[in-house]
Each structure stands twice: as C-alpha cells, then as structure tokens.
C-alpha cells in the first residue's frame, strides 16, 4: 500500500496523560498536513509542513499540542496533559507541490477517546 | 476567511436515479474547489477538484461536479446513484495564496434499493 498511514488506528487515554500519533505520507510527497475531525464536523486544518519547516499553525493548535517532522518523513502529533475535548479523529494528509491546485490525500486517521 | 456551506444534512435518493449533493464557499480570489468522500471510520478518499477552466469537472466513480462562479457554488452530481454511493461527502475549498482546505460540515448521502 502506498498510500498515507497513520499509527495507532485508535488511542484510548486518560485524562491528562500525553499521547503521540505518527503519520508517514506517500513517498515522493513532501507536503504534510495534519486535520482535527470531531463527530458529526468537517475536518479542521491543524498544521503544515513543507519538508521539516513547519510553515503553518492554526490557533486551534494550542500550546499542548506540538507537531515535528524531523526528516522531512514522517511527522508526529504530541498532545500533552490531554483533556476531553481533544476526543477526535486525527488526521493527516500529503501531497506534491503543483503549480496549479495539488490535491492532498489522506489517511486513516487516529481516533482518540480522553476518559 | 474562507468558508464552505453544505446547506443539507442528508440526502435521499432510490438507486437509479441521479443525485446532487450542494456546496457553496466563500474565499478571496478564485478558489480550488475539491468533493471528497468518508466511508464509517475511514480517511477522508478524494473524488474531484476545480483548478480552472472547464465548468465542468469530471472524476471517480462517474461523479462530477459543476463550478459556478456567479453562484459560488460547487455541487456535486451522479446521473445515476448505486446504493454503495452512501457514505459521507465533504466539499473543501482552498484559497490559492495559501495551502489549508477548510472543508463543510459534509452531507451524509443515503441511497435505497
């Protein structure tokens, strides 16, 4: 498969405890996004990276939250002291620079539940 | 800012019959316009997108979508639905300055045999 892919599928966590996902893009892709879906919502643009530089952040990405592409590869998302309303669907997309309207694709998502 | 509105929550439709799923935006310039599709605890699968050019936008699976500048407007059009069309359909729009896609609520699409 070569597609994007997330890990873990699903992340049940305590309150206040931290949490990581992991999302490898397609290979030759060097644009990476992370997205925040709550139930019954549309997907919410969380981060962008063009190869490790992180180019921009939403203010829905609190100080909690903090996203690193280390290597231009992969990117993780951390979520410290987690709370509640971080209950979601985490997504993350990739795509290829194009002059003219690139399409990202996107994976499975994580699905975090905060007890 | 920009802004996806999909006026209808659900829609009906028997198999067989086409269907449309609405979508209206709102962005500074001329927009990329983009249909994606969600099956239940799945990623979001891409259908189609606007760039420019032809009003008229064809994709996978025998969807299409219509651009309308005057109308800013981007539905989305089957000539004829199958029940394995029922997922959730999100319309996204992206500025051409930037490089985020702020999508709608998405219209949960339900076709009946």
């Known amino acids: 498969d070569t597609g994007v892919s997330q890990d873990p599928r699903h992340k049940i966590t305590k309150r206040g405890q931290n949490v990581t996902f992991r999302c490898d893009p397609i290979s030759e892709h060097n644009r990476l996004y992370w997205y925040r879906q709550t139930l019954g919502q549309g997907p919410e643009f969380l981060t962008y990276?063009?190869?490790?530089?992180?180019?921009?952040k939403s203010r829905l990405l609190s100080d909690r939250f903090s996203a690193e592409r280390p290597k231009g590869s992969f990117s993780t998302l951390e979520i410290q002291r987690t709370e509640q309303g971080d209950s979601a669907m985490y997504l993350c997309?990739?795509?290829?620079?194009?002059?003219?309207?690139?399409?990202?694709?996107f994976g499975p998502g994580t699905r975090l539940l905060v007890l | 800012a920009q802004s996806v509105a999909q006026p209808e929550d659900q829609v009906n439709v028997a198999e067989g019959n086409p269907l449309t799923v609405k979508c209206t935006y709102s962005v500074s310039g001329n927009p990329y316009l983009f249909w994606y599709v969600q099956y239940p605890n799945r990623g979001l699968q891409f259908l189609l997108k606007y760039i420019t050019g032809d009003n008229l936008v064809k994709g996978s699976y025998g969807f299409e979508a219509e651009f309308n500048k005057s109308q800013t407007s981007f539905h989305l059009k089957k000539p004829s639905a199958l029940v394995s069309d029922s997922a959730l359909y999100f319309c996204?729009?992206?500025?051409?300055?930037?490089?985020?896609?702020?999508f709608g609520g998405g219209t949960r699409l339900m076709v009946k045999p």
């Open positions: 997309a990739s795509s290829l620079p194009r002059r003219l309207g690139e399409t990202q694709y």
């Open positions: 996204a729009v992206r500025a051409r300055a930037g490089n985020m896609l702020t």
């Open positions: 990276f063009q190869n490790e530089a992180q180019l921009e």
